[in-house]
């Protein structure tokens, strides 16, 4: 079992719709998650950080489940600009000095 | 936030020959560095860790002394290519902790013909 698994997609969706992706985690003591996205040929560039109580920023809400160990991001009315690969991302050790663990990716794309 | 550049962005070179990237933080220090390769419509692998004045660290799988890593300075480390092969075409991207985020380079782009 991969250690971070997402739905790789692709999620193909008109402009202004709503879209969720769900990433599971297999680690239960992983203590830090992150949503990145990544456009084509491109470096990861982080989206949020996904908390316990959930947070939102502006159109994108990021939820945790640590019981189920699944982590979610939700994206409202979507824009063209959105289209990208969507990266789960979980840090299964206490400091930013341990190494990350991402997930395979979902890829977004947005349709006018 | 804080910055990571890498050098260079892309190179193409032989078969055979050495190819050294380097990457810096430039803003901030980092004890720990991360190399990772992507290959096309896959994620991020995790090669190495970088550790500044000592061995780095790699996952399994990653040949060592294929893909030499030195973490000289605070701010420095850099990821040789060794006898490159064609196989060895990749995105390359190292990454630098800040606080509890990762501050990703911009990727150096190897193509060996």
């Known amino acids: 079992r991969k250690e971070v698994e997402q739905d790789p997609g692709p999620f193909n969706v008109p402009e202004g719709a709503t879209v969720a992706f769900n990433c599971t985690y297999s680690?239960?003591?992983?203590?830090?998650f992150f949503w990145y996205r990544q456009d084509c040929r491109k470096e990861p560039k982080l989206l949020m950080s996904?908390?316990?109580s959930g947070n939102e920023d502006g159109r994108f809400t990021a939820q945790l489940n640590r019981a189920s160990q699944y982590i979610s991001l939700l994206i409202r009315d979507s824009k063209l600009s959105d289209s990208a690969t969507y990266l789960c991302?979980?840090?299964?050790?206490?400091?930013?000095?341990?190494?990350?663990?991402f997930g395979s990716g979902t890829r977004l794309s947005i349709r006018p | 936030g804080a910055v990571v550049s890498q050098h260079p962005s892309w190179v193409i070179c032989k078969s055979g020959t050495s190819v050294k990237i380097e990457c810096r933080s430039l803003?901030?220090?980092?004890?720990?560095m991360f190399w990772y390769r992507q290959f096309p419509k896959q994620s991020l692998m995790l090669m190495a860790t970088?550790?500044?004045?000592?061995?780095?660290?790699?996952e399994q799988g990653v040949e060592k002394d294929k893909f030499l890593i030195n973490h000289a300075s605070l701010t420095l480390s850099t990821l040789t290519v060794t006898s490159a092969h064609p196989e060895d075409s990749s995105f390359y991207i190292c990454?630098?902790?800040?606080?509890?985020?990762?501050?990703f380079g911009p990727g150096t782009r190897l193509t060996v013909l």
């Open positions: 991302v979980v840090n299964p050790g206490y400091s930013s000095a341990s190494k990350i663990i």
């Open positions: 680690n239960s003591a992983s203590q830090s």
């Open positions: 996904v908390y316990s």
């Open positions: 803003d901030f220090q980092a004890t720990t």
């Open positions: 990454s630098a902790p800040d606080y509890n985020e990762q501050f």
């Open positions: 970088s550790n500044e004045g000592s061995k780095a660290t790699y």
